[in-house]
């Protein structure tokens, strides 16, 4: 049962291409080491809008916010000017209020992992900014209806 | 009469000691042109500084913000990684409810253009996002204060 | 005859729809004026796609590079987070040893102009850095395949 | 001997002073989270300078690159625009051919931790871009010279 469930969760993945812009290439000719947080933003958006109610904007008008708590990124190739990329988002399921995801940069030509990484978020009240030391109705609600 | 007032008002000029960042230099290694608009905002704040009031947290604090209408850049010669540069910011009188500034910015190694431009600002209500015909009254007070 | 040259010659524009992402918001919630300097360069490389052999890297695997001189941005009204626009990028065209263009960005939900705003790039040898104060053969092709 | 060549070796800290600017902020009036590794390259510059011998040009000259390969940051408070704060940088002895740093980024007003950090940089040949499995000779004596 457990391992179904969790082989099912594990299927809350986004695929999304993006193309490197000349202003994030540094002077070494490729993608500046900060731009992956960027993408990985980028990533979270799309993810957020494939599996409908996650994106930033769905967790603002439920009265929250989510700001990151942790980021990690480890780079093992470079990307180059006008090279396309796919940034792979991975939900990682949890019983805390966090949102967490685990992400996998590949470069489209050859499929290559690029960089991967990962994120915490926490959830503060929109008025007060205080932190919610439980998960706000809008994400239960979220997650039932794609986890399950 | 109007000369001498000229010249007085020619007068509210900031300088800014810059020091250009890895992370803003491009594939060619100097700085890409659109961190120059960065360069602009750290003059203006410098600016802001110098002649108290005019900070943006004083325009947000007065109940108004004041957002970019026109923009303008001309590049002269490049700056690369390590180089410091003087950005030096000059308020542009004008009776109408703007903010206008001219800027050059110097290399600080022999004093050479490296660019120069223009911006201006007008005023929008901090509640209402409308736009305010006239200058507001913390503007004035600013004026009052520094110009004459 | 001119007046058809001169027509044709108009219509090298580019369209291409970007969405504004969470980190081009500033406190205003509204995307920062710099940012849009970074759609202008989509804009560009878009039409250089679009209009085969102008991208950055058609410039550079022909020996040279194409600095910017000159910049200008009009702001008209603004994009806030998660919205779609449209660059609208031409080509102006020019004898000079210049690339121009000008550019319109309309909100994709409602068509209104947002900013637009005007560019202009030069050339440079790649190798010596020096002006070029002659359109580099490459250009003349370009211009010869697409304009006329 | 060996606790107190640890105890040296642990001395090496840079604390530089950075001024949150407007374009770093975002929606949440707070800086964005990305932001962050840029303030980390500040401190590593300021390091660098510090230290003379491990600016990002010391490495250029020397013919090498150092390219991050792992980044973490934990943010436990907020920053806010025109806020202060001390990015201190703290190098890690390691006998790889590697340079690793951890982070401390403080509030300048209250001294209250806002994020901490670390980076791992290796090297590679400037030319071959392949990677340098032993530490350069500039490396070593840049070591020698600091940590001894």
């Known amino acids: 049962m457990k391992t179904k469930n969790k082989i099912r969760e ?5 695929r999304k291409t993006i193309t490197v812009r000349f202003s994030e290439v540094d002077s070494m ?3 500046w080491h900060g ?7 980028d990533g979270r958006e799309s993810f957020g809008k494939h599996y ?8 603002y008008d439920s009265g929250y916010m989510a700001p990151m708590v942790e980021l990690n990124c480890q780079y093992k190739q470079s990307l180059t000017f006008g090279e396309e ?3 792979e988002t991975r939900y990682i399921p949890t019983s805390a209020a966090k949102i967490m995801f685990d992400y ?3 470069r489209a030509s050859d499929n290559a992992v690029v960089a991967t990484g990962s994120s915490t978020q926490v959830f503060i009240n929109g008025q ?5 030391l439980n998960s706000p109705q809008f994400y239960l609600d979220w997650k039932q209806r794609w986890i399950k």
Chains 1, 2, 3, 4 share one sequence.
């Open 35 to 41: 731009e992956y947080i960027r993408y990985f933003e």
């Open 85 to 87: 990329a796919i940034v």
């Open 29 to 31: 000719k490729v993608v």
């Open 10 to 14: 594990a299927a809350l993945i986004d």
């Open 128 to 132: 007060t900014r205080e932190l919610e």
């Open 52 to 59: 409908d109610g996650l994106k930033y904007i769905d967790i």
């Open 104 to 106: 996998t940069i590949y």
